[in-house]
């Protein structure tokens, strides 16, 4: 039986902030992004992916 990877289980600290045009209205695409201190966000604003350290 298979569960969920615990690697990719980290805390919500609320949605990011675009660096591009500062919306709030982001979400997290992706918990873990190229290396274990980044994830990988979305805005929904300016529609651009982004990076956020932790």
Do not use: N
Not at 16 to 31: D, K, L, N, V
């Amino acid at each position: 039986m298979r569960g969920l990877d615990p690697s990719v289980d980290v805390a919500d600290d609320g949605p990011a902030e675009c660096p591009y045009c500062g919306s709030t209205e982001t979400e997290r695409e992706h918990p873990k992004g190229p290396s274990l201190c980044r994830s990988m966000h979305f805005c929904h604003g300016c529609e651009q992916p982004f990076e956020r350290f932790e």
